[in-house]
């Protein structure tokens, strides 16, 4: 209000908060900028960041048993869609008044606190749903949950945690906290991918609906 960006007396905003950030550093531990030590445009990051993207597609792709056949515009969409979730993530899952250090590769792993490994997760369990052919909302009006197995338990237990860490980044500000929560829950996901069957087990319409 003294500096005039706020009216006087006015209820439209009921809290308004001075949101500090920590410094972005380049893996030479120096402030992140180009090598005529200007800052990095967001543009330019986003632009390599889908750049890189694109070219761990292809490799992925030529190493894999069954490769996938790309048409140009699926690697364009699915290289931007990929590298430009990295990027984000890789800002958003630190606490925003701390430094870090920021790398391209990193950034881009499939494993560890990455959103490719997020995205890895995520595309497991829509596979799931997908070769089940059944509808979820369907299930959810008459199916019951069952939770027998410890991934199963554990995976449902995180779920239910899943409003109070939304509220507690939503009111303290931090986006990390949320990062970590699906993090966590990729970790589950993953988990129960891996040793619980789905598809064509008696737990079946449970374990949908886990999904």
Request: with cysteine.
């Amino acid at each position: 209000r003294i500096a005039g960006w706020l009216p006087e007396n006015n209820k439209t905003y009921p809290r308004v908060d001075h949101v500090k950030f920590g410094v972005v550093r380049g893996e030479d531990g120096k402030k992140f900028k180009t090598r005529e030590a200007k800052t990095v445009p967001l543009t330019d990051l986003l632009d390599e960041a889908k750049t890189r993207s694109k070219a761990a597609l292809i490799k992925r792709a030529k190493e894999a048993r069954d490769p996938k056949e790309w048409t140009p515009e699926e690697l364009d969409q699915t290289a931007e869609a990929v590298g430009y979730g990295a990027a984000k993530y890789a800002d958003l899952k630190n606490n925003r008044s701390t430094a870090y250090t920021f790398s391209y590769e990193k950034m881009l792993e499939d494993k560890g606190d990455t959103a490719v490994y997020l995205l890895y997760a995520h595309a497991r369990i829509c596979s799931i749903i997908r070769e089940s052919g059944k509808d979820i909302n369907e299930l959810k009006k008459t199916g019951k949950l069952a939770l027998d197995h410890a991934d199963e338990r554990a995976l449902g237990l995180h779920l239910l945690q899943f409003a109070e860490t939304v509220k507690e980044a939503c009111t303290d500000l931090l986006p990390n906290v949320l990062c970590k929560y699906l993090y966590k829950l990729s970790e589950h996901y993953n988990k129960f991918y891996l040793n619980c069957r789905v598809n064509g087990s008696a737990e079946e319409t449970s374990r949908l609906l886990l999904c």
